[in-house]
């Protein structure tokens, strides 16, 4: 065994080996071992390289905190992530992974030449340099920043793992499963509420595990820790959820949870879920998270080997592996000699303790040197040596001018304690500065939530305890032997005897921020902390700052002259660790991603070979190209059959709303333009619907099928906002009106049926309806049955020719939809698809709502003033029809275009202009709305919005396009085909 | 000529989802009709049609083979089998003429899934963000809410079986969330 | 994702069954005001809003619940909903915002 390892130790199964790999080689660790407390027990610390940098760099951490140990895991094609910290993946048989940022290896690193040159890469340095000139930023810099600075490749590869999102109530959520968690979850459990306890590690104890001197109630940590997991499993009231990490926290208790299932697991079976995000909303919610411990900043304070002194005992006490051989402690805190002498413990030899303060209680001392360890009081580290790794420090007294270097294979240090108030800030719950600790602590909750324990500042496991027993409801009081968690200082400033451009004091470790560089920002000018964040970059790497605010609040707040509160603190913001996109994308991705429309009818195109659109969240069949036809061939095609014989078309996509009630026609008076009451039983009208601001909104035929019953239909994508601007208006402006509205969309499937042939179709299957020009003339609406189905059968047409749209339930659509095509072979039925049906009204001038128009188009503008009634006192945007700016002369109008050259078909969206030689900025009259070919007419048709379009009718004007091409085209009335309407009336 | 008109609901359940711990069905045909009814009428018109019509929002009544529910301040959706429900709208329109009402037919809008078994709220809440713990949505109780993209009715028959309605055409989407959950947790 | 007290099912249900409606209390004139109304005092009606920092009277409509649209006072600075009544019910004064405020919230 290593000899880094202490067997005896730690919660590793030392019966279950597990090899992995690193940057290629193998290396041996536990189950239970992270990535990175396997590579320490193998004597590595060297674990990556930093983003400007790239120096070397080890994990400072033991936990979700760190800053430097990133690494890549593969686990092969479209499984790889990068960024991920080494101290928390757990490894397994044949994981691999690999170091980043450095080329052509982690050894020796070709980018580290930006450390030579470091003087030229100050805080700001983005910023100032790679600024002029411009053309240069596409080319050069920022293919070099993306080469140089950053952190693993991201993933090109289609990830092939599942994730899911699920939905939960809880009475009280706790994050964090340290003691305060625990008591909290102990208590809340036996008030029978329901509780939720999420921890990211994977065991559940938090510094319990790492507290082996501690007991509680007479047992030791360990085994208390033990016996309430246990009590918890067995309360039917309490999930326990590790590996799980509370990632943001908003409004009204709701809470996101990212759980991780499969990453430690060595073989992960098919379609099994890797994460899952669990959106909680819980009635009270317990931060229970902590603290970070606090880094100090000294030249050299960045290599590998140096970390945080609670790192050191984690590794220890739950991994069973000594960081090194021979270890100095730099201190500015008690806490510190604890984890010295927990080390000294397992056999580690602790060269000396370095204690930056002046003052430091007797018996820290006496306990040190009864264990033979040297102490240094009023001393800083005030530099360090080694390569991949340190191998000596060099301690330094200000006063005297003392320096003495001391040999050591790692340096532990302890700054002090930062409470975790990262949720407790997404939260909006206020902070205070408390200037004693020199931390800001929880003050006044935004939401139903406590904070305890360390992350309250309640430092010390009875403490902890107390303060979650409370947080849970409960009143116990816990008896625990613990060492006493001590005080510390606070230095905003180390001494050093070097010159200050000869040393590189980090702060922020992983995008490489030094104390120089805070203060070169104060002093050039950037006296917030949020200002000071953004151009030095600190604390905005994906760590965001856990290891750095707070010195960094430090250091500004120094240079400023000002009290930390004045200088303020940067905003936590969600996730509180890096999440990936599959867990929150969940279930939602692929054809979940977002919802596909089909009617009863898509089944049918789809095995015709049909080409779908998309039209708002429908799929609509776009056309029906057969054996080989391009869209213009079959569009071409299915057009000319239609108008010579007949087309059946899926209309069922239309919106449609039934309005009921005593005042139905009263209502639909102020709905629409256009009159309603005298419409008769049985009639349909064509209804336009404006906006409050006389702007076209939406159009659609409406049935009237009872005194008190109308069939309205809408565009298919405006079906949700004509609803709502209806129940809106009834609800609110009319609700004295005995009116009800219900959709009815999906209710019916429509079968449009177009062309010549089409009543000679249905006759033999229409039962209860007199069929007859006279019976059942154009615009009208009859109830009877096809095929036996009930139906509402609307004799109308969107297209010119003679047509009907067959409504049945949408449960026989399909049905009759196979029958009528069945029986239309007689007529060479063809079926066609949204293009067709867009030339056919086209070539009719039918505008099209929101194509035709764009929510700036009135009914005059469009020519449609013979739709807006003189008579009705009041409709929604009749008001508005009559100010100035809309009645004003030189508006937009749509009017027709007939290309010159008749095979020209124009772009639709394309520009107008009166002359095409004008420079450059060119006056533009408007634009194509609609443009095709006419296979019925042979020639291109256009629809366009164009400035006075009236009054240029006969006047010629262009288009020119890109690449210098200009074409003509000759203004028109907006009716290309059968302008008198005689087709309707063939028989 | 004769032709063969099959009625289809246009989705079909999945196959992991129809076996194991919890079930999801497809709730077959059914009559469902719109209700809009003024409150002075509301005692009037339950009698004539011969079952309740609850007057609070997101209560049921239930008589064999007809569920009335209360969706909103003036309106009930009624959900009854094929032979309960033939007749329901013609006697409705009828009551129509007498009392400030509306009815609409809304049979062939709606898709009914129904969700059976331990854990089924589970299932629920995979996509609708209600709480469904028994003490907050009963057995009875009826609402209009969302399942992930998709407007939902949500109805709890038993503490672990429910109806989750949605327009047909959002079915297929419905079930496969469901789906890609039971498959995702019978793998977890 | 906020929890929104609906004044007529009573409880309060996760926003995403909600949408958001526009400042609330502006009637629509009836169609006498409207045609004495000044295009000015027309425009006023159509496009001119509150931007209000602080308690702010709004629409929401409970599209995916009971379909009711309802009133709320919301409080734009801290996205809270002081209290939600019901469509009809006058606005609420100055003082008895501050009343609901200190007891609490609905």
Known sequence: MSEFRRPGRGLVDYDSPVKFSFDGKTYDGFEGDTVASALLASGVHLMGRSFKYHRPRGPVGAGSEEPNALITVTRGKGRMTPNLRATTMEIYAGKETASQNRYPGLGFDAGAFNNVFSAFFPAGFYNKTFMWPKSFWDKVYEPFIRKMAGLGPAPTEVDPDNYGSVYATCDVLIVGSGPAGLAAALAASKKDQDVILVDENPQLGGSLISSPEVTIDGLSAAD???????????????????????????????????????????????????????????????????????????????????????????????????????????????????????????????????????????????????????????MVVSGTKGKKRISEVEIYESVHNDRKRIKCDALLMCGGWTPSLHLWSHSKGSIKWDSQTGVYLPDKANENCVCIGASNGDFGVKAALDAGSKAGGGRKTYKTEEPDFGVGEVFDHLPSYKKSSKTKAFVDFQNDVTDKDIKLAVREGF????????????????????????????????????????????????????????????????????????????PWAEGQGA????????????????????????????????????????????????????????????????????????????????????????????????????????????????????????????????????????????????????????????????????????????????????????????????????????????????????????????????????????????????????????????????????????????????????????????????????????????????????????????????????????????????????????????????????????????????????????? | MSFDIKIDQGVEIPEVLQSGRVVAELAGEKVRLSLRVKSADRTAVAKALGFTLPAKIGATSSKVGITCACLGPDEWIVIADQDKGGKLYGKALKLASKYDMSVTDVSFRNIGITVTGEGAADMINVGCPLDLRLAAFPVGSCTRSVYEAVPILLYRRAEDSFTVECWRSFAPYVVGLMAAHRSGAAST | MMLIHCPYCDEKRPEIEFAYAGEAHIARPDAAEQQEMSDAQWSEFLFIRDNKRGEHCERWWHANGCNMFFNAVRNTVTDKFVKTYKMGQKRPSASQISKWNEGGNV
């Open chain 1, 224 to 378: 208390w820790r033990a016996k309430t997991l246990k009590t918890l499993e067995k309360s039917g009231n309490v999930r326990l959820m590790p590996r799980t990490t509370a990632i943001g926290y908003y409004h009204d208790n709701f809470v996101a949870l990212a759980e991780r299932h499969t990453d430690h697991l060595p073989m992960v079976e098919p379609g099994r879920i890797r994460e899952t995000l669990h959106r909680i909303r819980a009635g009270e919610v317990i931060l229970a998270q902590g603290a970070i411990e606090r880094p100090l900043v000294f030249d050299g304070n960045d290599r590998p080997g140096v970390m945080l002194a609670s790192a050191a005992q984690t590794y220890l006490n739950i991994y069973g592996v000594a960081v090194g051989k021979e270890l100095v402690v730099f201190t500015s805190h008690d806490s510190a000699y604890n984890a010295a002498f927990e080390l000294a413990g397992a056999n580690v030899r602790i060269a000396s303790i370095i204690d930056a303060r002046r003052e430091v209680h007797a018996h820290l001392i006496e306990e040190a040197e009864r264990r033979g360890i040297d102490v240094h009081i009023g």
């Open chain 1, 527 to 602: 006296h917030s902390i949020e200002h000071v964040k953004r151009y030095t970059t600190n604390g905005m790497a994906t760590d965001q700052g856990k290891t750095s605010n707070l010195n960094a609040l430090e250091i500004a707040s120094k240079a400023l002259g000002k009290d930390a509160p004045q200088v303020g603190l940067t905003t936590f913001r969600p996730p509180y660790t890096p999440t990936t996109f599959g867990a929150l994308c969940g279930y939602r991705t692929d054809d979940l991603f977002e919802v596909t429309r089909k009617t009863a009818i898509d």
């Open chain 1, 611 to 987: 080409v779908f659109e998309p039209v708002g969240v429908w799929r609509r069949a776009w056309y029906f190209p057969q054996d080989g036809e391009d869209m213009h061939a079959a569009v071409a095609r299915e057009c000319k059959v239609t108008r010579d014989s007949l087309g059946i078309f899926d209309a069922s996509t239309l919106g449609k709303i039934e309005v009921v009630g005593p005042d139905a026609s009263k209502f639909m008076n102020l709905m629409y333009t256009n009159p309603w009451s005298k419409l008769g039983v049985g009639a349909c009208r064509y209804g336009l619907m404006l906006g409050e601001n006389g702007y076209i909104y939406d159009d659609g035929v409406v049935g009237r099928i009872a005194e008190d019953r109308f069939h309205v239909t809408t565009t298919t994508g405006g079906a949700p906002r004509v609803y709502r601007h209806m129940e809106d208006y009834l609800q609110t402006e009319f609700p004295e009106l005995d009116v009800w509205l219900t959709s009815t969309t999906e209710q019916w499937s429509v079968i449009a049926l177009n062309g010549p042939n089409a009543r000679k179709l249905i006759a033999p299957f229409v039962e209860g309806i007199d069929l007859s020009p006279e019976a059942f003339p154009h615009m009208a609406v009859r109830e009877g049955s096809i095929f036996g189905i009930p139906t509402r059968l609307f004799r109308v047409s969107f297209s010119g020719e003679l047509g009907f749209e067959i409504n049945i339930p949408s449960h026989f659509g399909l049905a009759v939809w196979k029958a009528l095509f069945e029986a239309g072979q007689e007529y060479n039925i063809t079926p066609y698809g949204t293009e067709t049906m867009h030339v056919l009204r086209a070539e009719k001038g039918f505008i099209i709502v929101g194509q035709d128009t764009d929510g700036t188009v009135t009914p005059q503008d469009a020519g449609m003033n013979w739709i807006v009634s003189k008579k009705k006192k009041d409709f929604v945007g009749k008001r508005s029809l009559q100010r100035s700016d809309l009645v004003a002369e030189g508006r937009k109008q749509l009017i027709g275009l007939l290309t010159d050259d008749p095979k020209v078909v124009l772009e639709e969206g394309a520009q107008i202009v009166a002359d095409p030689n004008q420079p450059i900025p060119m006056d533009m009259l408007g634009h194509v709305t609609s443009s095709y070919w006419s296979e019925s007419l042979g020639k291109s048709v256009a629809m366009a919005l164009v400035k006075d379009g009236f009054n240029l009718m006969g006047q010629t004007l262009h288009i020119p396009m890109a690449g210098g091409v200009v074409h003509k085209a000759t203004v028109v009335k907006p009716v290309f085909y059968d302008p008198n309407g005689e087709r309707l009336n063939v028989l």
